[in-house]
């Protein structure tokens, strides 16, 4: 298996079913992966784009197989010609046809050639905009972009020369039409080699960031069985004619108000992210058939024994945060918690005290559910990414929730842009809310910590007069700190955040959660903390806290506290304490997952200090510098008051 994490794990699981012993590769960073653990064997390779490492781990283990799966090398021709060339078996199709598909120009033109209708190509001297770049050996969203006037086109073609020859060692590409409101559907087909050739539907995947797909479903809501039929008989076409071989994904790119007018987008010569919405609906294991494609067999059903059940939809669960524009977001899983539910299915690569870095795809796993009609698979998904808790790494779990329950979503009204067009919507808890959760469950933490020993107890409690009260500062998403006072029994506590004081109910209900009942409302939480932050989950959102001093109230208040968003590395400082900065200047420069983000001044003033350095590691909500008001630049609180608490009254944090 020449890939990692959740794909790995994917193909593991159909090959033990098979009763096919597999054997995984990984890199010194993947040491402790699951996919290194479940598999018979294992061999260490240094990367997995080294081809020659690759093949020797093959001959090493005595395996008679390649697996490509989806990403890495899985469409490069020269990888595939060179297993069958060191006596390897390839599973997908032969290199003709990865070459074909994997060069966009060619593929269009294969596509005319077998009756496909394709996107028209943009001639010089034509008016007609917006207009696409394309990289021709792209995939991914890599090396496009879009051109909305004349002017812009040069820069763009510039730019997605740069990053399809840094993405792909190719900066060939092409221009097309651009449809602004258009949907993204894509048709999954199977052959055999033998002269079978059968579809299994279409997808929908036209919820999208950054052309990268974030939902799928099949079928689609828009996609009658007549059109169905069209594009499937299209699809089967386009991969006869490219004499195509096991798995693949034809896509096309649909009028949004008329989904029968569309066109041939391109061809993926492997199995997509998105594979198990069909498998769930089909019945049909597309990783086991490919595997018996393979080894020779011939396909076990023809066109007209297809059967489609119900509707599934899958939501891909990544390393990112929305709030801040899908930036990518690394760190340990603290906490990792699954679905297990009836109709639901998780792809997954990483379990609690997995490390998700930044040198790999963003994601993290595929929650999937299957339901009899539409409605019922989407409740059912959004149940399922409730029960979903990740923790200690910034994920879009939450955001998808939001996603699926728009109006626009529920309606079915999809198209490539809606994603950018909705506003994000509150989750419906505030940071106050939010900061009395982290204080009563660390409170409670840390007296399951204490000793039996009675005076060894920080619970406030006093001689013949009410107990006293522990103070917290907690600052939410790297918000302005809220106090929280706290007093009483862990288990029944007081809190107060400024409304008077409030009695809570705290119980575990496991080693990472905690139930907290307030007036009679009782609400489940997650939770894990390294460090000074504490991460809170609750039904598939999840928030940071962080205690702050009496000190660091007082300069987040005063002055502007600049943290960083994202765990990664100082490219560039951009000033120095004592210079003088506007609103929106430059002050750090960070790259994670190699993006770059300007941390910028939120104000005019003086930079007081700077606490980082280039090339200095940094971590989520790290500090790196403090920025002082220009006079008469309003700021928020008075954020000295805590100041003047005695220092024994403050409560303990881990």
């Not at 949004?256 to 987008?265: G, I, N, V």
């Not at 106090?483 to 007081?494: D, F, M, N, S, T």
Request: with cysteine; hydrophobic share 45%.
């Amino acid at each position: 298996m020449a890939n990692r994490g959740e794909v790995a794990r994917r193909v593991l699981r159909s090959l033990r079913r098979l009763g096919v012993r597999g054997v995984a590769v990984y890199t010194e960073e993947d040491s402790g992966a699951p996919h290194v653990r479940e598999a018979d064997d294992a061999v260490r390779v240094g990367g997995y784009l080294e081809v020659e490492a690759l093949l020797r781990a093959a001959r090493r283990s005595g395996a008679t197989a390649v697996h490509p799966g989806y990403g890495f090398l899985s469409e490069r021709a020269d990888f595939a010609r060179a297993c069958v060339g060191a006596g390897l078996v390839w599973v997908g199709p032969g290199a003709e046809a990865i070459e074909l598909m994997g060069d966009k120009v060619a593929a269009k033109a294969a596509a005319v050639a077998a009756g496909v209708p394709v996107v028209p190509t943009y001639e010089r001297g034509s008016e007609e905009f917006p207009l696409l770049v394309k990289a021709a050996a792209g995939g991914g969203g890599r090396g496009m972009r879009v051109v909305e006037r004349p002017e812009d086109l040069e820069q763009a073609v510039a730019a997605a020369r740069r990053e399809a020859l840094a993405g792909f060692g190719d900066d060939t590409v092409f221009l097309e039409r651009f449809l602004p409101r258009a949907r993204h559907i894509e048709v999954q087909v199977l052959a055999d080699g033998k002269g079978a050739v059968v579809h299994l539907g279409e997808r929908e995947c036209s919820l999208q960031r950054r052309h990268q797909k974030l939902v799928e479903e099949c079928p689609s809501p828009v996609v009658d069985a007549g059109l169905r039929e069209r594009l499937g008989c299209e699809a089967v076409a386009l991969a006869r004619a490219a004499g195509y071989v096991g798995a693949g994904t034809v896509e096309f790119i649909c009028d949004f108000a008329d989904p029968s007018e569309h066109y041939f987008l391109e061809m993926n010569a492997r199995l997509q992210v998105e594979h198990p919405v069909t498998e769930m609906v089909t019945g049909v294991d597309l990783v086991e058939w490919q595997l018996r494609v393979a080894a020779g067999e011939r396909l076990g059903f023809v066109q007209e024994e297809v059967r489609f059940d119900g509707h599934a939809v899958e939501a891909r669960v990544c390393a990112e945060d929305p709030a801040a524009g899908f930036l990518p977001a690394s760190g340990p899983v603290l906490g990792y918690r699954e679905p297990v539910m009836a109709g639901v299915r998780v792809d997954s690569g990483i379990e609690r005290r997995s490390v998700v870095g930044t040198s790999y795809d963003s994601l993290l796993c595929k929650v999937v559910a299957h339901g009899r009609d539409r409605a019922a698979a989407l409740a059912r998904l959004d149940r399922a990414l409730a029960s979903t808790a990740i923790l200690g790494v910034t994920t879009n779990t939450g955001y998808l929730r939001r996603l699926l329950g728009s109006s626009e979503v529920r309606l079915g009204r999809l198209d490539t842009g809606l994603v950018d067009r909705l506003a994000p919507v509150s989750p419906g808890i505030d940071e106050r809310e939010v900061a009395a959760t982290a204080a009563l469950l660390q409170n409670a933490v840390n007296a399951e910590r204490a000793s039996d020993d009675p005076f060894a107890s920080v619970n406030g409690w006093r001689l013949g007069s009410l107990p006293g009260w522990s103070y917290w500062l907690i600052a939410v998403d790297g918000g302005a700190p809220v106090e929280v006072k706290v007093r009483g029994r862990p288990a029944r506590p007081e809190f107060d955040v400024g409304d008077g004081p409030v009695a809570a109910e705290v119980a575990r209900l496991a080693s990472q959660a905690f139930a907290i009942t307030v007036g009679g409302m009782r609400r489940e939480w997650d939770y894990a903390y390294e460090g000074s932050v504490i991460w809170l989950g609750r039904e598939g959102h999840v928030w940071t806290t962080r205690r702050a001093s009496s000190e660091e109230a007082h300069e987040a208040s005063v002055h502007g506290d600049l943290r960083a968003p994202m765990p990664g590395s100082v490219l560039m400082v951009a000033a120095a304490a004592g210079d003088e900065v506007a609103a929106g200047d430059p002050v750090v420069v960070l790259e994670s997952m190699k993006m770059e983000l300007t941390i910028s001044a939120p104000v005019a003033g003086t930079i007081a200090s700077v606490a980082v350095r280039p090339g200095e590691r940094v971590g989520l909500d790290q500090h790196l510098a403090h920025i002082a008001p220009a006079e008469g630049t309003p700021v928020a609180g008075d954020g000295a008051r805590r100041a003047a608490l005695p220092a024994e009254d403050e409560a303990a944090w881990p």
